[in-house]
Each structure stands twice: as C-alpha cells, then as structure tokens.
C-alpha cells in the first residue's frame, strides 16, 4: 500500500524541472557611477555598461548597504585585476554572456558577488 502512495509522489518529484540559481565571473574592465547614484560596469566575458546597483534606491530597488560594498569591491576588483563572480536568481538566460547596457538587478536577479577564485 505505502508503495503505491510514495511512487507517484517520487515520480513527480524526479520529473519537476529545478530552476537553480546559476554564476559567471570576469574581470572589471571599467566601473561607472552617475550623480544618480547607480552603477554601472563592464565585466570582461559577462556585460558591457551593465547596471548593478543603485546607492540611493527607491523602495522598490536593491539593498542600499549591498550596493555600497559592492561598489567598493568592484573599484578593488579592477585595480587588483582580480576576478569576480556574480551570482543571479531569476535568470532564465544562464549564458555570461548578458550583453550590452542591461540590468543584471532587475532582470537577471543579481544577488551575491565573491572576489577573487
């Protein structure tokens, strides 16, 4: 009996597709920041003028404390040449390569960074 419960259950647990978070990581080829306040970045193999953050936002937007480290990180980052990695949550894109001029907060739910390897 308790076989023809769990079976069912089992294969619909096997069969739901899992949407994991996924990361790229590259190097900061430039770090932009406007009298708006946001940043802006462009990271070798991941995005080019790409928008991270904001360091005044609105209720709706980032973790102002979030932002500020991580715009401290990046300016380290490009002046040590060290790698970052991004991670992002809401991406259904998992290519790094996210192009031009795009918001990798809002669209591809950037969520957590790391320094170096």
Request: charged share 15%; proline share 3%; aromatic share 12%.
């Amino acid at each position: 009996m308790k076989f023809k419960i769990i079976l069912p259950l089992l294969i619909s647990i096997l069969s739901t597709p899992v949407w994991a978070n996924h990361y790229c990581a590259g190097t900061i080829k430039n770090v932009q920041l406007n009298r708006g306040g946001e940043v802006y970045a462009t990271i070798n193999n991941l995005a080019s003028n790409a928008f991270l953050c904001d360091l005044s936002p609105a209720d709706d937007g980032n973790d102002a404390e979030f932002c500020k480290a991580l715009y401290s990180s990046l300016l380290l980052a490009q002046t040590t040449q060290q790698n970052v990695t991004f991670w992002f949550d809401i991406d259904t894109d998992k290519s790094c390569s996210k192009g031009d001029w795009v918001n990798l907060y809002k669209n591809h739910g950037l969520y957590h960074f790391k320094l170096g390897d």
